[in-house]
C-alpha cells in the first residue's frame, strides 16, 4: 500500500461523507468516517517517512507492513458500503418515510459499519504513535550512501580477471588520446552490472591515459548530489594530482567562486575527469559552467540513461558514446569457469544446469561474478545441490550477502523512485521469470489497480508511458522487443532483478505467487499470481481480501471444484482477473459478482460466448477476448460507461497470409455510447451503415480496427473517421479482396495518425495520406495499383515502416533521391509484375531490412543497394533462383560486390512443408550501435 493508495481511499471517504444520503446518517458512521479521514492523513506522512528508510530498519519494516494491512482493511469497509448502496434496496428506501420500520434494518446495519471502523481506528493511532520515534531521520542523509559504497565493493573487484573487455578499453583509450585537438565528452552507456565503472577505471588508471593528461578526477554522482559537495571534491583532487595544496576555505565558498577556481584551474592544463554513474542531465546542467572547453581536455560519464549520454556527448562537439553490450554466450561461459572452476573447463555432467545460470545472468559480469562465487564453493560432484540452488535462486539471494549486494546494485535505481512508481516497479513481480510483458498490457493493468496518477492535459494511459520510460532509462527494466519506428513493445526485467522484487514483493505482502514449488502464504493475500499449476493454491486459505489474480501456464481445467476456490464470495473485491491461455470454455456466473472487476482477460482461451451478465461489470475498464471463439457482443455491453480497451478478434487460419486470415466481433448497437473507449478492435461493419456512425462518436478513440468494409459504406467511414482527432492507429479490411476501398471521400483526416494499415483493393491512393506527418508505419494489402508509390509516400517525412503486399502491379519501382529519408524497413511482397527495382543515390539512405518476397518476375538485386551503408539485413523468400544465385558468396555470384557490406543475407524457401534457410553472404559487421533510449508509446 503506497501513498497513492491512500490518496485513493481518501477521496472514497470523501465521496462518503459529503455525498452520502439519509442511511449513512444512522449508527454513528459519519463520525467515524471522519476519523478515518484524518487518520489516512497521518499515514501518507508516514509512509513518505518511512519509505526513505524502512529497507535500514526492520522495525520500520514491520510498522510500514501494518500501515498497509490497515488500510487495506479501510479500503475493505469502504467497498462493502459502495455495494450496499449500490444496491436496488437502498433506491426504495430514498422513496418512503423515515419511519418506516425498513429504516431499522438500515441503522443496524450502519452500527455494524460504525463498529468495524472503530476498530481500525485504535489500530491506526497506535501506529502512528511508533512513528514517532522515527520522525526526525532525515532520510536524504541515508538515502543511498550504503548503495555507493557497495558498488565501489562489487564492480571493482578483481576487475582485471573480467573477459570480453580489452577491446572495448582500447577503443575508449584511443578515442580519448588521439584525434581532435578540443575538448570531447565520451559516455559508457549500459544497464546496471554491465562492467560500465570498471571499464573505465581501467582505462583511467592505464599508463598511455595518465600519460596524456597532467590533471585528474573521479567522481561518483549519487541521484542526490549536491553540488557544492561535487564541486569542492574536484577541486581536491585536481589539486592533489599537481602536487598542490587545495585553497583555504573553501567550506566558506558559494557555488559560483567554487566553480571559478575549477575552471582558473582547468583552463591552463589537459585534464580528464570521470563523471561515474550519472542518472540525469540535471548534474551536468549543473556543473558544465565550470569545466573549460578550450583545449583538448576529456570528460568521461558512465550512466544508465540513453538519452543522457546522448544529450551530453553529441551535444559536445566531437563527442562519442559507447553502448556496453552484455557478454556472448561464450564470453559468459568463459568468465563463470575463470571464477568458479578456478580457469579450468565446465564439467560436462554441469554443462546444463550452468548454461541455466548464464540464462538468469543475462550476460552481465557483474551477475556471473556474484553468483560464481556462491557455486565455487559447491561440490561440484553433488548434481542435486548445484539444481537446489537454482530453483531457489530468491531465497539463496536473500541469505548471500554476495548476491545480496549485487541485487541492490542493479535495484539502485529503484530506492529513489516516487511511492507510486515503487508499486508499478513492484507490480512486475507478478510475472514469471524471462516473460516479455507488453507494455500496453502492463499500462492496463497498472491503471485497473488504481496505481498511475492522473495529471492534467494527459489520459492515464499517456501517464503510464511515462512511468515506464522512467523505468527503462533507470534500467529498472529492459527492452525485450521494440516496433519499427523505435517504440517499445515489449519490456522485460532481469532474472536477478526479478528475484529481488519478488523477495521485496513478499516482505511487502504486495504479490503472492504459486508456483510449482512450495510457497509460504501470508495471512492476507492481496494479488495472487498463479504460475503452471492451480494444484498449489490452499484450499483452506480465505482469499476474501484478493485484488487481483494472474494465471499463467495453467493447463488444468478451470472446473466446478476449482472455479468456487478462487471466484466465491471470497474474491468479491476482485479489481483484476487475467485468466490468459487457461483452458476455460464457459465464463462461470461467480464472474458477473464480481462488481469491483475493471480489468478481465480472457485471451487465448476456448471460451465462444459472452453473457449478457457482462453488465453487472460496471467497473470495467480493459475487456481482452483476443484470441477467443467469441464472433458477437450483446446489446448491455453498451452500459459499461467505464470501458476503455475492447480488443475482440482472433486468426482464423494458419497458411500464409490469406486474404481472410482475420475475424472481429458484431459490435451492439449503442457502442457509440463508449464515450471513455480508446481501443477498439476489431469491428466486423458487414452489419452496415449505422455502426459505422455510432463509431464517430467515440472521439477517444486511440486505435480503431475495422473489417468487412464495404464499397457503399466507405463515405460513411470517413466522415466518421474525421470526429476521431485522438487516433493513433487505424486498420481496415475489406469484406472481400477484390472489394475496394473507399477511402476518398476524408477531407480532414486525424492529423496525429502515426499507423495506417488498409487490406483491400484501392482505385488509387488516398490524396489525403500523402500529408499525414506524423505517419510512421504504413501497410498496403492487396491494393492492386498501377500508379506510382514513391512519389507520393517517399515525401512522409517520419515514415519508418512500409510495407507493400500485393499493392502494386506495375513492373518498377523506383526509388528517387530524397525519397522515404527515414525509412528503416522495407517489405515487398507478392508484387506479381515486378521486374526491377532502383535505389538511386541519396534514397532511403537509413533502411536497416529490406525483405523481398514472392515476386517471381525479379532477377536481379536491386540497382543501387550497394549504397545502403545502413542496412544491416537482406531478406529473400521465395525468390527465383537466378537472383539468389548472382548474390551468393559460395558460387561467386555476379552481383555478390553489391550485398558485401550487408552483416546478413539470406535466402529462404517453403520446401517439404517448412521453411529452409540459406546464408548466402554474411558481410564485414560495421560497429553500429542500436539505437537506444527511445520513448515507450502506447497504443
Known sequence: ???????????????????????????????????????????????????????????????????????????????????????????????????????????????????????????????????????????????????????????????????????????????????????????????????????????????????????????????????????????????????????????????????????????????????????????????????????????????????????????????????????????SMTLFCKKTFQGNSCPLHLEKIVKRILIKCGGLPLAIVAISGVFATKDTSKIEEWEKIVRNLGSEIEGSGILQSMAKILLMGYGDLPHHLKSCFLYLSIFPADYPVECMRLARLWIAE???????????????????????????????????????????????VREAIVSKSKEQNFTTIAGEYATVWPERVRRLSIHNTIKKVKQDKNLHQLRSLFMFGVQDSLNKASIPLLFGNNS??????????????????????????????????????????????????????????????????????????????????????????????MAPKGIGQLLSLQKLCFVDTNQGGDILQELGKLEQLRRLGITKLKKEDGKVLCSSIEKLTSLRSLNIHSAEEDEIIEMQHMISPPQFLQRLYLHGKLEKLPDWIAGLHSLVKILLRWSQLIDDLVEPLG????????????????????????????????????????????????????LEEFTISRCPMLEKVPEGIEHLRELKLLQLFNMPEDLTKTINRTNNGEDYDKVAHIPQVYATNWKNSHWERSVLSRGNMSNRNDEKGKSVVID
Open 1 to 331: 500500500m503506497e501513498e497513492n493508495d491512500v490518496i485513493f481511499l481518501q477521496e472514497k471517504l470523501s465521496r462518503l461523507i459529503h455525498e452520502e444520503v439519509e442511511p449513512l446518517k444512522g449508527g454513528g458512521v459519519q463520525g467515524e468516517l471522519e476519523n478515518l479521514k484524518h487518520e489516512l492523513e497521518c499515514m501518507r506522512a508516514f509512509l513518505r517517512v518511512a519509505d526513505a528508510i524502512e529497507d535500514k530498519d526492520k522495525q520500520m519494516v514491520q510498522l510500514v507492513n501494518q500501515v498497509r494491512d490497515i488500510a487495506y482493511d479501510a479500503e475493505d469497509v469502504l467497498h462493502e458500503q459502495a455495494q450496499i448502496r449500490g444496491n436496488k434496496f437502498f433506491s426504495f428506501l430514498g422513496k418512503i418515510p423515515l419511519l418506516n420500520p425498513l429504516w431499522s434494518k438500515v441503522i443496524k446495519r450502519n452500527y455494524h459499519l460504525a463498529s468495524e471502523i472503530k476498530a481500525i481506528n485504535p489500530k491506526l493511532s497506535s501506529i502512528i504513535e511508533q512513528y514517532q520515534k522515527f520522525k526526525n531521520v532525515n532520510s536524504k542523509d541515508q538515502s543511498s550512501s550504503s548503495c555507493y559504497d557497495l558498488r565501489g565493493d562489487a564492480l571493482l573487484v578483481e576487475e582485471a580477471e573480467l573477459v570480453g573487455i580489452d577491446k572495448t578499453k582500447n577503443q575508449l583509450i584511443q578515442c580519448l588520446v588521439e584525434g581532435e585537438t578540443r575538448f570531447k565528452a565520451v559516455s559508457v552507456v549500459g544497464t546496471a552490472g554491465l562492467g560500465k565503472t570498471t571499464l573505465v577505471k581501467k582505462v583511467y588508471d592505464d599508463f598511455v591515459t595518465k600519460q596524456h593528461f597532467n590533471s585528474f578526477a573521479w567522481i561518483h554522482v549519487s541521484e542526490r548530489f549536491k553540488i557544492e559537495e561535487v564541486l569542492k571534491d574536484i577541486i581536491h583532487q585536481i589539486f592533489t594530482t599537481v602536487n598542490e595544496a587545495a585553497p583555504q576555505g573553501l567550506d566558506m565558498m558559494n557555488r559560483a567562486h567554487l566553480k571559478a577556481i575549477i575552471k582558473e584551474f582547468l583552463g591552463r592544463r589537459k585534464y580528464l575527469i570521470v563523471l561515474d554513474d550519472i542518472w540525469s542531465i540535471d548534474f551536468w546542467n549543473a556543473i558544465r559552467n565550470s569545466i573549460p572547453k578550450e583545449n583538448c581536455s576529456r570528460v568521461v560519464l558512465t550512466t544508465r540513461n540513453p538519452e543522457v549520454a546522448s544529450t551530453i556527448s553529441i551535444g559536445s562537439e566531437g563527442g562519442h558514446v559507447f553502448h556496453l553490450d552484455p557478454l556472448s554466450e561464450t564470453e
Open 450 to 496: 488504481g496505481l498511475v496518477m492522473e495529471m492534467e492535459g494527459n489520459t492515464l494511459e499517456d501517464v503510464a508511458e511515462k512511468y515506464i520510460n522512467v523505468l527503462l532509462n533507470r534500467s529498472l527494466i529492459q527492452v525485450a522487443e521494440r516496433t519499427s519506428d523505435g517504440r517499445v513493445h515489449s519490456c522485460r526485467i532481469h532474472e536477478f
Open 572 to 665: 468479491r473485491l476482485l479489481r483484476v482477473l487475467d485468466l490468459t491461455g487457461t483452458q476455460l470454455e464457459v465464463i462461470p456466473e461467480e464472474f458477473f459478482m464480481l462488481s469491483f472487476l475493471r480489468y478481465l482477460s480472457l485471451r487465448d482461451t476456448k471460451v465462444k460466448f459472452l453473457p449478457s451478465a457482462i453488465e453487472k461489470l460496471q467497473d470495467l475498464e480493459t475487456l481482452d477476448l483476443k484470441r477467443t471463439g467469441i464472433a458477437e457482443l450483446p446489446e448491455e455491453i453498451s452500459k459499461l460507461k467505464k470501458l476503455r480497451h475492447i480488443l475482440v478478434y482472433r486468426f482464423e487460419k494458419e497458411s500464409y497470409m490469406p486474404y481472410h486470415n482475420l475475424e472481429g466481433f
Open 795 to 846: 515525401k512522409l517525412p517520419n515514415l519508418m515502416e512500409l510495407q507493400l503486399r500485393r499493392a502494386y502491379n506495375g513492373t518498377s519501382l523506383n526509388f528517387v533521391k530524397g525519397s522515404f529519408l527515414r525509412l528503416k524497413i522495407l517489405l515487398l511482397d507478392e508484387l506479381e509484375e515486378l521486374k526491377e527495382i532502383k535505389l538511386e543515390n541519396e534514397s532511403v539512405t537509413c
